[in-house]
């Protein structure tokens, strides 16, 4: 008797077992998916028009600097659209391999929202903030290329905040502060110090 | 269809319908117990009293016995070195002004080598993503062996004593109307009372206070009946009872504590002659009692360990977060201060979770002359020091400061303090820089405050956690601050 309700135990502990991981699997199934189709829905078309030189602050950890460069972007006629161009190739110059400045893979720019005449709002993915390397440099150096950049092409922002998937929050990885407005004018003595 | 089981036959349908579910949810309870269970430490821990100073050390239970992490036990007492080796774990120990001490551990074994000899554990050494911890049970007495020192365990009170004797309070009723009780301390203390009517009671969690005499006496007094201490959770308890509103005034420099009864509804008038108290210390010397003067202005320098418990920051290697590697470096900027005579306290003893505003909130309410966050990462080299990115305000500190950009009244103090400890780790030949940053809860901070980053050395990430780098490093913002002591001024608690 013994013997045999051990067997039926063990082979329904086993199902049970099975079930579990088969739980588990689904969990994690569900979201990849998510974050996918947030990805995708975030994945804006390539920008059109005609390609325009535009000027990035590039980070780069080895040498901990922000270094002004040259290069040519498509850019659209909407303003916002266009701002949200050149941060994208910004992007794409962190998110290429080797990178000076590596952020987290599928990090992007879901749309920028210009608010009366000097307030830019950049809203990013969760890959952006979820997958950044964690550090007071780390996270200055990316907050700053972002907000020189945007201001270097549009001087007229001058006040920048930065979302993640639409929503405030604290840190970027723990370290620098999201909750506030940067002003531009402020972040120009990081650009200095950073050269 | 039936089959047997033993004498009786059971249809497979309630074995289907109560067997099968109830197998389910015992093996799904089984499961929970066994791989949550295992694996979640549990939330008590100890306090640690030393000469140096008074820790909280997070208690992890493993298969239901207590253990304790022997880095975070040590780091506070001396120098730590500590490598697993394959299932070895490998320990450098060298006491603040002590000899180095070597000892030696394996992962699932109770023995030991400490000091060259054999040692044997009340349970086995647990070697846990690279943390070794040993059982709470051998912990006293190991520690003494690896200090050198005497120790003494409060199982009760979780309070570890290391190298200190305990202070032992006394307790003597001067009868009268209305009747004192002093209560006596070898050095002064700074407990947190609590009154209620007819109760006090003095919290202390950093001074290893026990009672001289009984735990619980009993006066036989119209206006003071009855005195009480307890340890629980690290801490200890004097609850005085009477039957009116009880104050407390401080006395003797802090270490005499009078109870009497609180001005206001007088005291009920005892109808029987007083009695003898029950209790007196024997050989007591008679504090003369003084109304505590508001505290003098004094220099604290606040220490931020950055991060802790949930949030790990930065990992530096998949075995090294960035908590552990600026508590590390958070002790020996606390031991270089005090050696420059730089009274300094940390804002997290132990492994805790605090959020940023509660952190803001803490490093303000103590009201320090400085105020110092230390982070680590692995990108770049070197040390950055950081100052609050905010625009200049010609605010008073005096004045009301908005929370949210509270440093920018200070940022001229924060960058005198970080310029003097640019210049130490120049003078030390430290790759540094000084920057700006948007760094919470700097933003926050009512008093002058910097931020100190370090990176790794050299391409080797975990060279971040040597001794000889974090030295030189704590050396240096500790004698940056010693530097420019003089221009920063003092606060009144």
Known sequence: MTRRIAVI????????????????????KVARDEQLAAQQQSAAPAANGPPTPVTLFVASDSDATLRKSQMNVALPEEQSERARAV????????????????????????????????????????????????????????????????????????????LVNGQERETLAGHADLQRFYLASNIGQVVKDLQ | MTFGLGRSRYSLGVLSAVILP??????????????????????????????????????????????????EVLEPLGSVDARPDGKKYKLHFTAAGGNPVEAQFTDGKDKAKVRGENYKLSANFVLQNGRGYVPLATATNLLAKLLSVQT????????????????????????????RLLIGFPSAVNPTIATEPGRVRFTFRREPVVAAGADNVTYNDPLITGASFSEHDGIAELDITGTAPLMANFADNGQTI??????????????????????????????????R??????????????????????????????????????RRVLRELASRGIAAGLLRTSDATISLDQRAVSANAARPALYVTLHAANTGRGVHVFTALLPAANVSPQSFLPWDTAQAAFLDLSGTV????????????????????????????????????????????????????????????????????????????
């Open chain 2, 418 to 493: 970080a310029g003097s400890v640019a210049a130490e780790l120049d003078a030390r030949k430290l790759p540094n820089a000084t920057l700006l940053a948007p760094l919470r809860p700097m933003n926050n901070i009512a008093a002058p405050a910097i931020a100190v980053e370090i990176a790794p050395p050299s391409d080797k990430v975990d060279d971040i956690a040597s001794a000889s780098y974090q030295d030189q490093v704590a050396q240096s913002i500790a004698a940056g601050i010693a530097a420019v002591r003089a221009k920063l001024p003092e606060v009144r608690p």
């Open chain 1, 9 to 28: 135990f063990a082979v329904l502990l086993v199902i049970a077992l099975g079930l579990s991981i088969y739980a588990w699997y689904l969990k994690r």
């Open chain 2, 22 to 71: 109830a197998t389910v949810l015992l093996a799904a309870v089984f499961l929970h117990h066994v791989i949550l269970d295992a694996q979640t430490p549990s939330s008590t821990q100890i306090t640690v009293y030393s000469p140096q100073t008074t820790y909280s050390v997070p208690l992890l239970d493993i298969k239901g016995q207590s253990y304790v992490g022997l880095v």
């Open chain 1, 87 to 162: 941060l994208r190739a910004l992007f794409g110059a962190y998110l290429q391999s080797p990178s000076p400045h590596p952020i987290g893979a599928g990090a992007d720019v879901r749309d920028v929202y210009l608010l009366g005449d000097d307030t830019a709002v950049v809203d990013t993915n969760s890959a952006f903030a979820d997958k950044h390397p964690s550090g007071v440099l780390a996270e200055e150096l990316t907050v700053a290329s972002i907000i020189a950049t945007l201001n270097a092409n549009d001087g007229k922002i001058a006040r920048v905040k930065i």
């Open chain 2, 152 to 179: 003494e365990f409060h199982p009760a009170g979780r309070r570890l004593f290391v190298g200190t004797g305990v202070e032992r309070f006394t307790l003597e009723l001067r009868q009268g109307n209305p009747s």
């Open chain 2, 293 to 330: 003067q508001p505290a003098a202005p004094r220099f604290l320098v606040l220490i931020d360990p950055a991060h802790g418990g949930n949030d790990i920051g930065a990992a530096i290697s998949p075995s090294l977060p960035e908590k552990d590697v600026v508590m590390a470096l958070a």
């Open chain 2, 258 to 291: 009078i109870v009497t009864g609180a001005p206001g509804p007088p005291p009920p008038v005892a109808e029987q002659p007083p009695a003898p108290a029950t209790q007196s210390a024997p050989n007591a010397t008679a504090p003369t009692p003084q109304a």
